[in-house]
């Protein structure tokens, strides 16, 4: 079994909203980092939220924040992001990613997590 396993992807109109899910059985640390990234097609992957297990820290693209809000449940190894007014330009794959952080309970960059999931298509009609 693939140790993140991604779920929530769907079809909303603009202003809509989705929860995406990700499950985690990786690690077995305390802390560690878990992030979103997205990409659309003709596009580089952009990374879009991550946030400290266990710590809690987050951030967030520009063209996400105050529109979408990532967070744990540790007793599920799972994470979420919540994306509310969801736009036609945030039609992509999404994909979960996990890392070991930095020194200073630091999440590195998105681009340098190494565990990825499969994939969950997120397509917002205006």
């Known amino acids: 079994q693939a140790p993140l396993v991604e779920s929530g992807g769907g079809s909303v109109q603009a202003g809509g909203s989705l929860r995406l899910s990700c499950r985690f059985d990786?690690?077995?640390?305390?802390?560690?980092?878990m992030g979103w990234s997205r990409q659309a097609p003709g596009k580089e992957r952009e990374g879009v939220a991550s946030?400290?297990?266990?710590?809690?820290?987050?951030t967030y693209a520009d063209s996400v924040k105050g529109r979408f809000t990532i967070s744990e449940d540790n007793a599920r190894n799972t994470q979420y992001l919540q994306m509310n007014n969801l736009k036609p330009e945030d039609t992509a794959t999404y994909y979960c990613?996990?890392?070991?952080?930095?020194?200073?309970?630091?999440?590195?960059?998105?681009?340098?997590?190494?565990?990825w999931g499969q994939g969950t298509q997120v397509t917002v009609s205006s």
């Open positions: 990786g690690y077995t640390y305390v802390n560690y980092c």
């Open positions: 946030i400290y297990i266990g710590g809690g820290s987050t």
């Open positions: 990613a996990a890392a070991l952080p930095l020194g200073g309970g630091v999440c590195p960059s998105l681009r340098n997590f190494r565990l």
